[in-house]
T-cell receptor
Framework: DSGVTQTPKHLITATGQRVTLRCSPR?????VYWYQQSLDQGLQFLIQ???????AKGNILERFSAQQFPDLHSELNLSSLELGDSALYFC????????????FGEGSRLTVL | AQTVTQSQPEMSVQEAETVTLSCTYD???????LFWYKQPPSRQMILVIR??????QNATENRFSVNFQKAAKSFSLKISDSQLGDTAMYFC?????????????FGTGTRLQVTL
């Protein structure tokens, strides 16, 4: 158990809908990362937060947004969902900004029908 | 931008044998970190081993070891005495030492099957 908790584990929704994925980092970790894993594109970095502030942005669509709250949990919001958004969404955390190891949650499997 | 390449989509090894997974990367940075992560069918990403680029000594964790060739930008993973529980996707990952962000760049993965 990595200590990173993601909910929900599975989610099925329809095109055009909006969903929110939640991540609780390991106790004491200030940095949270979101990754998308799809069959054809592997693991893609979406966004990173550190202590509530956005620190790095990757290939995140404009329809997606994220935030990190004062209690350090993070949410990834996906809107106007398309079939191609079906993927496994991972959250990871680390204690510092430039640490060498990320601790991953079990992921949220999103299926868009 | 950094890139990570894993040229072996799938590999198979018999139990108790040794297997080597390949990884190459491209970067202009001099100091960075390299990782191998394992993703079993349970799908959670688990760190297997890490290597800091400024350390010349190859990292070792029990049955797992790496062959880090900095000049060649190569970072292979050797699994000795393979066990059925090693069956998983293995991802090579790069992390630059930018000081402001520490995202990982992953390769496309190698699916390893350990057979009896």
């Amino acid at each position: 158990d990595s200590g990173v908790t993601q909910t929900p584990k599975h989610l099925i929704t329809a095109t055009g809908q909006r969903v929110t994925l939640r991540c609780s980092p390991r106790s004491g970790d200030l940095s949270v990362y979101w990754y998308q894993q799809s069959l054809d594109q592997g693991l893609q970095f979406l966004i990173q937060y550190y202590n509530g502030e956005e620190r790095a942005k990757g290939n995140i669509l404009e329809r997606f947004s994220a935030q990190q709250f004062p209690d350090l949990h993070s949410e990834l919001n996906l809107s106007s969902l398309e079939l191609g958004d079906s993927a496994l969404y991972f959250c990871a955390s680390s204690p510092t900004l430039d640490t060498g190891e990320l601790f991953f949650g079990e992921g949220s499997r999103l299926t868009v029908l | 931008a950094q890139t990570v390449t894993q040229s072996q989509p799938e590999m198979s090894v018999q139990e108790a044998e040794t297997v080597t997974l390949s990884c190459t990367y491209d970067t202009s940075e001099n100091n960075y970190y390299l990782f191998w992560y394992k993703q079993p069918p349970s799908r959670q990403m688990i760190l297997v081993i890490r290597q800091e680029a400024y350390k010349q000594q190859n990292a070792t964790e029990n049955r797992f070891s790496v062959n880090f060739q900095k000049a060649a930008k190569s970072f292979s993973l050797k699994i000795s005495d393979s066990q059925l529980g090693d069956t998983a996707m293995y991802f090579c990952a790069f992390q630059g030492n930018t000081g402001t962000a520490s995202k990982l760049t992953f390769g496309t993965g190698t699916r390893l099957q350990v057979t009896l």
